[in-house]
């Protein structure tokens, strides 16, 4: 398995999520949580919300406006 980490040099990045060790990747590997789903206990929203995209006025915020936006999903290509 690859694990592509584009955020080796981001300070902040091992606190979004809680109860996986830190630092996440060590000497290259990543540690494979043994608990469900993605294997952490929380997202911290804080952590998220201090280092938003300019312009971005929160996080989770509704995307209702992707209902009907078209799209052009070609499963064929």
Same mark, same amino acid.
């Given at each position: 398995?690859?694990?592509?980490?584009?955020?080796?040099?981001? %300070?902040?990045?091992? !606190?979004? #999520?809680?109860?996986?060790?830190?630092?996440?990747?060590?000497? $290259?590997?990543?540690?494979?949580? @043994?608990?469900?789903?993605?294997?952490? %206990?929380?997202?911290? !929203?804080? #952590?998220?919300?201090?280092?938003?995209?300019?312009?971005?006025? $929160?996080?989770?915020?509704?995307? @209702?406006?992707?209902?009907?936006?078209?799209?052009?999903?070609?499963?064929?290509?």
């Amino acid at each position: 398995m690859a694990l592509e980490y584009h955020s080796v040099e981001v %300070d902040w990045w091992d !606190d979004i #999520v809680t109860g996986l060790p830190k630092p996440l990747v060590k000497d $290259g590997f990543i540690t494979v949580p @043994d608990k469900p789903g993605l294997g952490i %206990d929380d997202i911290v !929203d804080e #952590v998220i919300s201090q280092h938003l995209q300019p312009g971005v006025t $929160g996080i989770w915020q509704p995307t @209702d406006h992707w209902d009907d936006e078209y799209s052009w999903d070609r499963t064929w290509s």
